[in-house]
């Protein structure tokens, strides 16, 4: 039984064997995988022995789908950095039973089912729990698209710039609305960019709060301005005076506009006072 743990530069863990009566705590200055949490507990209560508490059936559990760290960032502005690291259990074997809701995964690695109140199905690792995300799929194809419109915008903006330099651009109300909604989607990506940033260092665990604060509010007047083009691009569909490609484009606009806001929305990309 035990209890492992990490903080800023320091890791930890505290093992106690029911049968010896014996317990162990190791402390060290290493935050990755060191040799003296691996190694020590083997050489104080031997090696484990799962078959020793194993209830002898034999079965098997199906371990597949994703799951996501619970230990993260599941809130706030940070939230969507923790989808891009899920644990795709379709790379490991299948569980193998030991006891009553523990299982051996291959490798010699224990995991105890766990439930939260709202229905949650996940399991137990150690110090971590790993909650099972039945709708990763639709969430990480948001995150794309997220990412894949704004980068998409700056190809629309380079090609607006190329005709503004060739005296072809055609100033109108509508095109200036939605080249306000693509140059404010380049920033909310750069925001973006720098919150992945900071949640891989481990000497800030989150984000500076002026940082969140200007990240959080940058979003929030990009919902403002995405809706803003939105809404001009629908009116230069329902005015009657633009060609079917024009018509098109607004179409196309309307759609990113939309899927932004609801990615920022969803993702909570917008709530600084979490950060």
């Known amino acids: 039984m035990g209890h492992n743990g990490s903080t800023i530069a320091c890791q930890s863990n505290m093992l106690f064997d029911r049968e010896s009566k014996i317990g162990l705590v ?24 799962y078959e020793k508490y194993s209830d002898g059936s034999g079965e098997t559990r199906d ?9 993260s960032q599941r ?27 523990v299982y051996l995964l291959g490798g010699g690695m224990l995991l105890g089912e766990s439930k939260r109140s709202d229905g949650t199905e996940g399991f137990m690792l150690g110090a971590m729990e790993i909650d099972k ?9 948001l995150l794309a698209a997220y990412f894949m419109i704004a980068i998409g915008a700056l190809f629309v ?16 109300a509508v095109g200036a609305a939605q080249t306000a909604g693509q140059l404010i989607k380049l ?8 919150m992945i940033a900071y949640s891989g260092r481990e000497e800030t665990y989150g984000l500076p709060k002026a940082v969140g604060i200007g990240a959080g ?15 001009a691009s629908l009116i230069g569909i329902i005015s009657g005076k633009s060609d079917k490609w024009t018509k098109l484009r607004c179409g196309v606009n309307i759609a990113a506009n939309v ?5 920022i929305v969803y993702f909570g990309m917008y709530q600084f006072w979490d950060c």
């Open 75 to 101: 809130e706030g502005l940070m939230k969507f950095t923790s989808y891009l690291q899920p644990i795709n259990a379709k790379m490991y074997p299948d569980l193998e039973r030991v006891n009553d809701g």
């Open 187 to 194: 920033l909310s990506i750069a925001a973006a960019v720098v």
């Open 26 to 49: 190791t402390l060290t200055n290493e935050t990755s995988v060191n040799l003296v949490i691996e190694e020590v507990p083997e050489w104080v209560f031997g090696k484990a022995d």
């Open 217 to 231: 509010t940058l979003n929030m007047v990009c919902m403002a301005v995405c809706a803003a083009a939105a809404a």
């Open 157 to 172: 903006l380079l090609y607006k710039l190329k005709l503004v330099r060739a005296g072809r651009n055609k100033v109108t």
């Open 63 to 71: 371990f597949s789908g994703y799951y996501l760290v619970s230990r």
């Open 133 to 141: 995300d039945n709708a990763y799929p639709a969430e990480i194809s």
């Open 259 to 263: 899927l932004v806001i609801i990615a």
